[in-house]
């Protein structure tokens, strides 16, 4: 590693900034914060102040033109991609960029290929990618051959005021539950064709300005031909109903990963004596005698997003890009996954995920 320390600037101080500022607070023996910029002044005021370093900034023209960064956090909301990216590109400055990359595929598709093209060392923000649950799940999925992925996150409505807004957010699957939708990605495979449908109008009492899906639901076909459901919704206003997590499951064992959370293996251990109770509706109509239901439990460890962000941030001083686990390119993936998604919903019809992808 080089000794002068690299100049780190930040677009977007608000939820994501602020956790990321909280990062960057340890990393102060390898960079220098240079920059803070919001259309907020004070937002950028008060992460300079807590930063302790750096200037405030309205404008990020301005800021890159004075603090001269060598790389960019970029944590602007999902429908404010563009100007940016391209302006980072034109300087040659290496970029994270937070999920969901943009709403509009193209352009992330011209992003990529400009990024690639000037060279640039790019990441975005599946911090997810690199929790200490993801070995020990990759580990089971390539002991057991997978049949089944269900996901579900069922959870509440974000407080900023762009979430409520599908066209502004992308919605859940695209802006919330892309997460989800990476992390099987990243530890099963690839997905080929998905089908969506969304349920609107059901829930009462909404915030001004809610216009977006209440829950959507996805069938999911994989390329090895297995298949998936990935449920999503912010219907939930009470915690016994609020639900994450993604089960993989095999012929006689299943992973429960929840992210973040813990990895729990059914199978694996010693079955205590078998029941057959649940489920089933007349004996012999398929049920298997019930597992003990004893799991080895894996437990997050540490922040996986203080390792995501230093990950990238060495990637540009050691100029070792490969060691990032969510280059532009792959959260492009994850991108036309969900965004495949939306398409599905709006024309009601199956959607394969690489005639997204096509051009690039
Ligand atoms: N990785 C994660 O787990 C995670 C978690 C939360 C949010 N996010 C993502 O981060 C992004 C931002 O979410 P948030 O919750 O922080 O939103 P937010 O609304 O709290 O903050 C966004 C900030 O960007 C500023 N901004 C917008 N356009 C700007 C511009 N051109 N120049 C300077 N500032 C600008 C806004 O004023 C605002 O302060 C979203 O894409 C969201 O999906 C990721």
Known sequence: MESKKAKLALI?????????LGHFMGFTDIIDMVGFC???PERAQAFCEKAGMGEAFTDYKEMLDKTKPDMVFVCIPPYCHGEIEYTLIERGIHFFVEKPLALDIELAKDILRRAEAAGLVTASGFQCRYSNLVEPNIDFIKRNKIFFVSCER???????EWWRDKARSGGQAVEQTIHQFDIIRYVY???DVVFSMNATGLMQNVPEGYQTDDL?????????????????????TGGDAYDSKVVFSAADRRAELKILGTLNIFGETESEAAGDEGGFVVKGDGAVAKGSNNAKTYHQQGDAGILCDRTFI??????????????????LRSLAFTMACN???ETGLPI???DLLQGI
């Not at 977007?12 to 990321?20: R, S």
């Not at 050691?318 to 959260?331: C, L």
């Open 343 to 345: 398409q599905s919903m």
């Open 12 to 20: 977007g101080c608000g939820g994501i900034g602020g956790y990321h």
């Open 352 to 354: 394969r995920i690489d």
């Open 154 to 160: 069922m959870g509440g409505i974000p407080m900023v």
């Open 38 to 40: 919001d259309l907020i």
């Open 314 to 331: 060495e990637a540009v001083i050691n100029k070792t890009p490969a060691a990032v686990r969510s280059p532009y390119r792959d959260a």
């Open 216 to 236: 959507s639901v996805t069938c999911v076909k994989f390329k090895d031909g297995s298949l998936g459901t990935i449920s999503t919704g912010c219907y939930v």
């Open 189 to 191: 495979g690839e997905p």
